[in-house]
């Protein structure tokens, strides 16, 4: 009797009715809310491709923020890797962003990957000149 069936669990796909465990991970670049049928949903419901500004390995349930330093625009990334390096001149401080946070402040300066926009060891020393948003003291 299929009503007393319970829905699919976080992070899996049950391709099969009558399952008595889920036997497949969520396919990587997608994430599986409850009760997916398929690897890759796309109802918003069950699940749906990974977000822009995170990552989905295989197996999840929710998807996973890219890291300080980086950041994502694109969707269906699966591996942590895939996300992008803060642009030089710019500083990436949350997790899970799309874009950079902002420009590097004067008088320091961003090699890309920045988590901050006046990391001490990046100041403009020796003569060079860092206006805002600078990846490389001029």
């Known amino acids: 009797d ?4 319970d829905a699919c669990l976080p992070g899996k796909a049950c391709r099969q009715p009558g399952l008595s465990y889920p036997t497949e991970d969520c396919g990587a670049g997608y994430y599986c809310i409850r009760g997916a049928s398929v690897l ?9 491709q990974c977000t822009a500004g995170h990552y989905c390995p295989n197996g999840t349930a929710e998807p996973l923020g890219c890291p300080q330093g980086t950041f994502s625009n694109v969707t269906g990334l699966s591996l942590e890797r895939q996300c992008s390096n803060c ?52």
């Open 40 to 48: 890759n949903p796309t109802d918003g419901i069950t699940g749906n």
């Open 87 to 138: 642009t030089a001149g710019m500083f990436c401080n949350g997790i899970g962003l799309t874009e950079p946070a902002g420009l590097c402040d004067a008088g320091y300066y961003c090699p890309g990957g920045q988590k901050e926009p006046n990391t001490v060891g990046l100041e403009c020393l020796g003569g060079k000149y860092c206006p805002v948003g600078t990846g490389t003291p001029l």
């Open 2 to 5: 299929m009503t007393e069936c």
